[in-house]
Nanobody
Framework: VQLQASGGGSAQPGGSLTLSCAASGITRDYYGIGWFRQAPGKERVGVGCFSIGDGSSYYADSVKGRFTIFRDNAKNTVYLQMNNLRPEDTAVYYC???????????????????WGQGTLVTVSS
């Protein structure tokens, strides 16, 4: 299993960025792709996730209404669209795969056994 995250960069407050997570080597019909972030000096926390089996998504309260997770089936890629960015969204963002669950969750990361490399998002004026 390989996950390739990309799309990080800089944005101004109120701006938008879209991150991509391309997955390969997964043969299951259902699994979860989670997005996590780690701000400088802080622990890694869950942002949201996408359940491949039923196409549902879950968001942490801190990003609900601003971030959207969706999938391009043809490209086997899950996207994290981030709108109305805030300085506190600055972090290294990671995508990860949970191959054991039908419905994803990012309450914890212990089910996510496969991780992509991080991509840095910086929000500042």
């Amino acid at each position: 299993v390989q996950l390739q995250a990309s799309g990080g960069g800089s944005a101004q407050p109120g701006g938008s960025l879209t991150l991509s997570c391309a997955a390969s080597g997964i043969t299951r019909d259902y699994y979860g792709i989670g997005w996590f972030r780690q701000a400088p000096g802080k622990e890694r926390v869950g942002v949201g996730c996408f359940s491949i089996g039923d196409g549902s998504s879950y968001y942490a309260d801190s990003v609900k209404g601003r971030f959207t997770i969706f999938r391009d089936n043809a490209k086997n890629t899950v996207y994290l669209q981030m709108n109305n960015l805030r300085p506190e969204d600055t972090a290294v963002y990671y995508c990860a795969a949970d191959l054991s669950s039908y419905k994803c969750s990012v309450v914890g990361d212990f089910l996510y056994k496969f991780w992509g490399q991080g991509t840095l998002v910086t929000v500042s004026s």
